[in-house]
């Protein structure tokens, strides 16, 4: 009985290593100049490794070609899902293409919450990109009244089903899910690895019933150089999505350098 505890704790930690690099994704949210975003980068220096940032679209604008020179991945943190038109302070698909973006964020609960985005508006904007072939990063949560009533499940599940109502099988690889816990963005105190770990399990059961297939998977909230690793190594992680500590070229860099998995 001994023995076999000790082969699964044995195949369960080398699954663990051989998995592949966590995805470090940074949200910059309403922060960074264009100054201090090539700061930023000249401190980082040279990365390997999953990265992307999502800038304001200003420093997205003029560091377009220094990311892409550094091999990270860049995309706005929002956009419209018309093309062109009266849409004052909106940017358009055909804007940020010419960009060169490849992935963009959609759904974070901030746009939810302060611009009254809509599961109905998330729908269109995740239709709309993926039409024309970007990858996006959905965001989803719930709050701590839904977390501590127990109604998390039903929440969460009801955002994948609305925003990616009639998502169809070949935009699949197009799609990645960051589960971000309002309760722990920005708090400086991330969720458990138990509540990561039930949350996650959760998440790709239901992504799997619903298209038949795996997704990469994130977590956000609190996320730092220090909690990194403890967070990666739950089940079902596949990366981060940080708000703060992406801010801080040394701190970002501990969290891609913890993130290496090949
Ligand atoms: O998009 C990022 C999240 O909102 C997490 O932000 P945080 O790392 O500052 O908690």
């Known amino acids: 009985m001994e023995q076999k505890n000790l082969n699964q704790i044995i195949r369960e930690t080398v699954a663990r290593y051989m998995r592949h690099s966590l995805i470090v994704a940074g949200n910059w949210k309403m922060n960074m100049t264009v100054r201090e975003g090539m700061?930023?980068?000249?401190?980082?220096?040279?990365?390997?490794?999953?990265?992307?940032?999502?800038?304001?679209?200003?420093?997205?604008?003029?560091?377009?070609?220094?990311?892409?020179?550094?091999?990270?991945?860049?995309?706005?943190?929002?956009?419209?899902?018309?093309?062109?038109?009266?849409?004052?302070?909106?940017?358009?698909?055909?804007?940020?293409?010419?960009?060169?973006?490849?992935?963009?964020?959609?759904?974070?609960?901030?746009?939810?919450?302060?611009?009254?985005?809509?599961?109905?508006?998330?729908?269109?904007?995740?239709?709309?990109?993926?039409?024309?072939?970007?990858?996006?990063?959905?965001?989803?949560?719930?709050?701590?009244?839904?977390?501590?009533?127990?109604?998390?499940?039903?929440?969460?599940?009801?955002?994948l089903l609305e925003d990616l109502e009639g998502l169809s099988r070949d935009k699949i690889p197009y799609i990645q899910i960051a589960y971000e816990p309002i309760w722990a963005i920005g708090t400086g105190v991330s969720a458990s690895t138990e509540e990561i770990t039930e949350t996650h399990r959760y998440l790709k059961t239901v992504f799997q019933e619903l298209t038949g297939s795996d997704i990469p998977l994130l977590y956000g909230g609190s996320v730092n150089e220090k909690n990194a690793a403890e967070i990666g190594s739950c089940p079902g992680v596949d990366g981060f999505l940080i708000g703060g500590a992406s801010l801080k070229p040394d701190k970002f860099r501990k969290i891609i350098e913890i993130s290496k998995r090949e």
Not at 52 to 60: A, N, Q
Not at 79 to 89: I, L, Q, R
Not at 141 to 157: P, Y
Request: glycine fraction near 10%; include cysteine.
């Open 39 to 159: 700061e930023f980068l000249e401190k980082l220096g040279p990365v390997d490794g999953k990265v992307m940032i999502f800038p304001p679209y200003t420093t997205l604008a003029v560091l377009a070609g220094e990311f892409r020179r550094r091999g990270i991945t860049y995309g706005p943190q929002n956009f419209h899902y018309k093309d062109s038109g009266a849409y004052t302070g909106e940017i358009s698909l055909p804007m940020i293409r010419e960009l060169g973006c490849d992935c963009l964020l959609v759904g974070h609960s901030e746009r939810r919450s302060y611009y009254n985005e809509t599961d109905e508006e998330i729908h269109k904007k995740i239709q709309a990109a993926l039409s024309e072939n970007f990858s996006v990063m959905l965001c989803i949560g719930e709050n701590l009244d839904e977390r501590k009533s127990g109604q998390w499940k039903k929440v969460l599940r009801k955002q």
